[in-house]
Structures are given as C-alpha cells and as structure tokens.
C-alpha cells in the first residue's frame, strides 16, 4: 500500500493505491498547489505561499490528519526544496547571502534547525542556494542525500551522507554545464545514478537536457537534449498526436532506468532506456505538473491541470501509469468529477 499527496480536484489531496485502485482519503485546503508536498511516514511538509515558512501536519495511514503547524525557516532564508525521509527527518534548502540547508527532527517536542553546511562548505559559495534535493540509498553506510545549487556557474553538489554520526563530512563537487547559462530545475536519485533535469539559454535559444550521472556526481551522459520551442509532433498507439518541446518541471526513474518526467502540456515523458528516446503521452488541455512514483516504482501518478480552467472542482485530474518495466505504459484515469477510479 503506498500514500501520496497530489492536487486533485480544488486542492491537494492524501491518497492510498493498494491493488491497483487509487482512492482519496483527505484534502488539504491550506496547502498552495503551487508547491510540491512531502510524505513521511508520518508527516506532511509543504511550502507555505511566502516561502519562508513550512506548513506541516501529522497523518495517520487510515487517513486521519492532524491540525497544521507553521515551521518558520530561519530569518532571512527563503526555502526552495523540501525532503523528508522515512524517519520524519525533515530537510529543507534555500538561500540567504548563500546556500543553507538545514535538517530538522519532526518527533522532536521541541523543534530546532541544524545547519548542515558549515562555512568551510560554502567557501566561495555566496550569493547562491540549494535549489533541489535528492535522497538513495546508494551511499556507503546507507541513505545519502545530494544538495545542488542552480543559481549561477559553478554549479555545486553537495553529497552527505548518513553514517553512525549522522549526516556529517559533506562532498562538495562541481557539475560541468552542457549549455550557457544553464540550471538545474529538478533532480532525482536511485541507487546507482542521479537524474537532472537542466535548462539553459543561449541568444534567445532555450534548450533542456535530461542528464545522468554515477551515483558520486563524477561522471555524467547526456540522455536528451531538446529546445522548448520545438513542436513536432508524433502518433502514438492510441492514434492520438501528442507534442514535446514544453517545460520539462520534474523527474523521476525508476531502478532498471525508466526515467520519468512531469512535462506541462506535452503531459508525461518517459524516456527509453532500451531505444534511448523520450516519448510522451499527453492529455488535449491539460498540463502535467507533479509525479509520484508507486507500486514499488512499477507505476506512476501523475496530476494534471486543466489549462482551460474549467470551473472547480475539476481543475486538477490525476491518471496513473501502469508498466511492465518495458517503458509501454498503460492507464487508469481519477477524476475529479466522479471521484473514483475510472478502468
């Protein structure tokens, strides 16, 4: 059984998929659709809309929720990611003057933020910020959590990862740009590898990249390279026409390296690691904004937003994306409208 927070409907909303079904269990009005929400086992984390502070609540795997708390991030900080592992650790990275990423216990009674960058971390690192987080289980003693900065070249990783004294002695690596002016927009690890998703603009032209490094940021390949304003289009097996050139917004892959992309308009892409292509299976008038990866990674949940904003409640429907590992998907569709899952 998996759990999972995606807009659907008016707002986001806590679902359970077990045997194939996915099914509601509870709304959040207060969380912005705008941000991405964070599950641990047993907390939700998102952004409140100032983006200097957290909104987090408590939940059950019955459904139930907990009132929402409001975590301030230090003064002065303004967060761009959020990551919670398993263990209600809470990261969160941003800027002030310089990147800061912080770590916090949510079981905790009484809450504090550790820095987790020291000074010598960040030397010759001002005026730029953690922009996107990573979490596997590929590190040398178990979980490691990768930090990057987009904001200006170089472009930084930081590597922790979490041995007996906890998350201590961070890597910092710089990652070789494909393109000028060129930042990380989203990033995912497995054990093996780390994906990003890049974009970059050179007079006028703006180009996005789906990159793949080894699991210690040296060494990296290119899987895709496309520019946003490209429209060609292609016939997929239902015989629809579906477009690529849209913002690519986030990623995700799966371990046999089934790599997965939230890609506005053009809807979900997915790349084939057997042909080496990305194609994409889009929805007419809808936007695909986030992903969630369930089912052991076998399947992924996508929301889409209906760009001709019909009136509420149906402003976000959510499909799920069935394989066999063979990158050949198949859906089921939940929407808004019936509120059950549609076969």
């Not at 979900?268 to 369930?294: H, K, M, V, W």
């Amino acid at each position: 059984m998996d759990h999972i927070v995606l807009p659907f409907g008016d707002r986001h909303t806590l679902l359970c998929f077990d045997k194939g079904e996915l099914t509601p269990l509870s709304t959040f009005p207060l969380f912005p659709l705008s941000s991405r929400v964070e599950i641990s086992g047993g907390f939700l984390v998102t952004f409140a809309a100032c983006k200097s502070a957290l909104i987090v609540q408590d939940w059950l795997q019955t459904g139930r929720v907990g009132l929402p708390e409001i975590i301030e991030l230090p003064k002065g900080v303004i967060g761009e990611s959020i990551l919670v592992t398993n263990e209600d650790e809470l990261f969160v990275g941003g800027k002030s003057n310089r990147p800061w990423l912080g770590r916090m216990r949510l079981q905790d009674p009484i809450r504090s933020w550790v820095s987790v960058l020291s000074d010598n971390d960040l030397e010759n690192a001002n005026e730029k910020g953690i922009d996107a987080l990573s979490l596997s289980f590929g590190g040398e003693f178990g979980p490691r959590i990768i930090a990057y900065d987009n904001l200006m070249l170089p472009l930084y990783a930081w590597i922790i990862d979490k041995t007996q004294r906890g998350w201590s002695n961070p890597k910092r690596v710089e990652i070789e740009p494909e393109y000028t002016y060129e930042h990380i927009i989203s990033a995912y690890a497995t054990d093996d590898y780390v994906y990003l998703i890049t974009r970059g603009i050179n007079h006028g032209k703006t180009m996005q990249f789906l990159r793949r490094f080894d699991k210690n940021m040296h060494e990296s390949t290119l899987l895709w390279a496309e520019t946003k304003n490209d429209c060609w289009s292609k016939e997929f097996e239902d015989g629809k026409m579906y477009q690529n050139g849209e913002e690519w917004l986030q990623v995700m892959a799966s371990e046999d390296g089934v790599v997965l992309i939230a890609a506005g308009s053009a809807g979900l892409g997915i790349y084939n690691p057997t042909n080496c292509e990305i194609n994409y299976l889009g929805r007419e008038g809808q936007s695909a904004r986030f992903i969630s990866l369930i089912d052991s990674d076998l399947s992924v949940a996508v929301a889409f937003e209906n760009i001709y904003r019909r009136p509420l409640p149906y402003q976000w429907e959510i499909e799920v994306f069935s394989t066999n590992g063979s990158a050949k998907f198949s859906y089921m569709q939940l929407n808004s409208q019936e509120f059950g899952v549609v076969k």
